[in-house]
C-alpha cells in the first residue's frame, strides 16, 4: 500500500460513524536500518478533516505556530474538527474505508501533536 492510497480516504469510527477523511499521515523514522544509512518510516497516525481535505497551513496543530493572528485563527475556526488518530487505533482498511477500532468522541484533537513535543 502508498501513502497516497490513504489520502482522501473516509474513515469510520467504531460504530460505522464517518469522522471525516485522511488528509494527511504522520511518519516517524525508527524503522529497521536500511543499507547501513537510515531508518526506514512508519505510519504513526493519520490526520483525519471532518469536512473537506483542504489544505493544512500548520496553524491548526497548535500554539507554536506562529503567524498572522487573523489568518491563525480562520485556520483554526476551519479545522477545529480536525482530529489525529495514532495508528494504534486503526482496526482495518477496507477497501477504501478506513474503520478505526475507537468512537469518534475519542480521538485526540490535531493540536495534542504539539501537546506530545512538548511533555
Known amino acids: 500500500m502508498r501513502l ?10 467504531s460504530s460505522g460513524e ?3 477523511q485522511v488528509a494527511d499521515v ?4 525508527d524503522g529497521p536500518l536500511l543499507r547501513q544509512v537510515q531508518h526506514a518510516f512508519r505510519v504513526a497516525g493519520l490526520i483525519v478533516v471532518a469536512r ?6 500548520g496553524y491548526e496543530r497548535g500554539p507554536a505556530i506562529k ?6 485563527a480562520v485556520v483554526r475556526a476551519l479545522h477545529r474538527h480536525t482530529r489525529y488518530v ?5 482496526d482495518r482498511i477496507d477497501g477504501a ?3 478505526l477500532r475507537v468512537p469518534k468522541r475519542d480521538l485526540a484533537h490535531v ?5 506530545e513535543r512538548t511533555s
Open 97 to 99: 474505508d478506513i474503520l
Open 18 to 20: 464517518v469522522v471525516g
Open 86 to 90: 495514532p495508528w494504534e487505533q486503526v
Open 52 to 57: 473537506h481535505t483542504g489544505r493544512l497551513f
Open 67 to 72: 503567524g498572522p493572528w487573523l489568518v491563525r
Open 4 to 13: 497516497s492510497d490513504l489520502l482522501g480516504s473516509p474513515v469510520r469510527d
Open 26 to 29: 504522520r511518519l516517524v523514522q
Open 111 to 115: 493540536s495534542d501533536l504539539y501537546a
